[in-house]
């Protein structure tokens, strides 16, 4: 069962206390009423005051090193303490940055990540996926890869967004000393009930909702009308959706003995597994069981892709198996083809957390109500063809277009590009692609390029206007020219006409 782990303050985290108090702009003057509201014992609070007189910001740390010599000390009770002194901003700034469940989970295991150092290419990975600042990534360079004195940048981060604590967890795993920590972080993460449950085939952020009133309408009777069929079609998808999870299910369940049935050796599947599933290696690498190897292969799949899960059943040739993932894809082709995209929208399909630079991300102009998930599934064998199955979605959304959220392995980042930048011009021809990013790097952006071409037309404009401009400049010249010539015969002449008046 998810829960919530409590971090404990004690006498170890004065500082990191003291901080965050400076951070929420708590005044030092207010330290006696504040330890007062922490319970602390009156005599104990008026002795700090007469030892250390006219020094507040002394009294303050020693009011906190008091408190934090006392059992049960958390974030929550210090917040509590100061919404009781009517400061407000700075309880809430304390809760929403500290006593944070992600927050919590790093501050736990913040001695071990202090004593962490990181390479190069993993400092430049915190920093492509956002967890900390360029000025940092510098920082920690010259502190040897040390992460120290970066834990408050990387508190504030996770507590903002939780899924880059998991992002963490996934660039510590790419050392061989930081797994065992990186492997905690991520368990923890799998238990606490402030994250999406790993074991979901989809996970359910919003349901399109019909109202039960009608809006208000000239025609009373088909808005009422419309209404109801709305609500039916809903209803449709809703039922259909909810069979499709059940099977989902089903097959998850019954797939597993029956591969543990037949798979003798734990080593000869993960080797199969890492070699065509390189993206597998570290969920797998530690299970001791062909039944802890299904458990994460189970969360790699989703409600429409279950490839992992058929290749597993071809390679040992178990026939029950086969059969199970035949009639599951039957199913999966007519959902797709009939479920219309507006009721799939903020699902999540794929729940499992990745890195920026396994993401493959398309916007489409597309409308929602006229495109299924088969579209979808069209869309990426297009765009990737060999490479399709290797592509999982993992959720769709929509704002002024549609945005689908996609999953790649990082190993295949170099072939997913080229694949996409040689059939670009069927993307935005067939699917009205807008953009398209793989990792960190642009393939297209429909914006971008009407700027450049804009900028193009521009420079050409320029071009034809300067080319303009210089032959107006020589017509001028030349004007010019001649009338200077014309000024300078004409004073020849008036010169020769008074000479021959004098005589």
């Known amino acids: 069962m998810a829960t919530s782990r409590v971090f404990r303050l004690d006498i170890t985290h004065l500082q990191l206390v003291r901080d965050a108090l400076k951070e929420s702009h708590f005044i030092d003057a207010d330290w006696f009423d504040l330890g007062l509201e922490l319970k602390l014992p009156y005599p104990q609070v008026k ?55 992600a927050s919590q989970i790093l501050q736990h295991y913040s001695d071990r990540i202090s004593q962490v150092s990181l390479t190069d290419s993993c400092i430049q990975l915190l920093y492509t996926e956002g967890l900390i600042t360029e000025d940092t990534q510098r920082k920690i360079e010259r502190c040897g890869g040390s992460l120290s004195d970066t834990l408050r940048e990387l508190m504030i981060t996770v507590s903002d967004d939780h899924s880059k604590l998991r992002s963490l967890g996934n660039i510590l795993m790419e050392l061989e000393e930081t797994k065992p920590l990186a492997q905690d972080i991520i368990k923890d993460c799998d238990h606490s009930e402030s994250f999406l449950d790993p074991e979901a085939g989809v996970q359910d952020k919003f349901i399109p909702d019909v109202p039960l009133a009608p809006a208000v309408s000239h025609n009373t009777t088909e808005s009422v009308s419309s209404v109801v069929q709305s609500f039916i079609i809903s209803e449709g998808y809703k039922s259909m959706f909810n069979e499709t999870r059940g099977e989902f299910g089903i097959l998850k ?63 040992y040739n178990i026939k029950e198996g086969k059969d199970l993932v035949k009639r599951y894809e039957e199913k999966v082709d007519s959902f797709c083809e009939q479920m219309s995209l507006p009721f799939m929208l903020d699902k999540m399909f794929l729940t499992e957390s990745f890195l920026t630079s396994e993401t493959v991300h398309f916007v489409l102009d597309w409308k929602p109500e006229e495109h299924t998930l088969d579209d979808i599934q069209r869309l990426i064998k297009k765009a990737f063809k060999n490479l399709n199955k290797r592509i999982v979605v993992q959720s769709i959304h929509c704002g002024n277009s549609i945005i689908i959220i996609c999953y790649g392995p990082h190993h295949l980042l170099a072939a997913l590009l ?24 642009t393939v297209y952006d429909k914006r971008i390029r009407y700027k450049v071409m804009n900028n193009e037309c521009l420079a050409e404009e320029i071009k034809i206007a300067d080319g303009e401009k210089q032959e107006l400049r020589t017509l001028l010249d030349y004007k010019e020219g001649s009338i200077f010539e014309q000024d300078k015969q004409l004073n020849i002449f008036r010169k020769r006409k008074g000479i021959v008046s004098e005589q």
């Open 253 to 315: 369940h019954e797939i597993v003995p029956l591969v543990v049935e037949k798979v003798s050796s734990v080593d000869d599947m993960k080797l199969f597994l890492v070699e065509s599933y390189p993206e597998l290696s570290q969920s797998i690498k530690e299970a001791a069981s062909v039944q802890e190897i299904m458990s994460a292969v189970k969360r790699r799949c989703t409600i429409i892709d279950v490839s992992i899960i058929k290749s597993i059943v071809n390679k």
């Open 47 to 101: 002795n700090i005051e007469d030892t250390y007189v006219n020094n507040p910001s002394r009294c303050l740390r020693e009011c906190l090193s008091l408190w934090l010599t006392l059992s049960n000390c958390t974030w929550e009770s210090l917040a509590s303490a100061l919404e009781r002194m009517n400061q407000k901003p700075a309880a809430t700034l304390i809760r929403n940055t500290y006593d944070d469940p």
């Open 418 to 441: 080229l694949e996409a930048q040689d059939n670009l011009t069927v993307l935005m021809k067939e699917f009205s692609l807008i953009r398209l990013t793989i990792g960190h790097y």
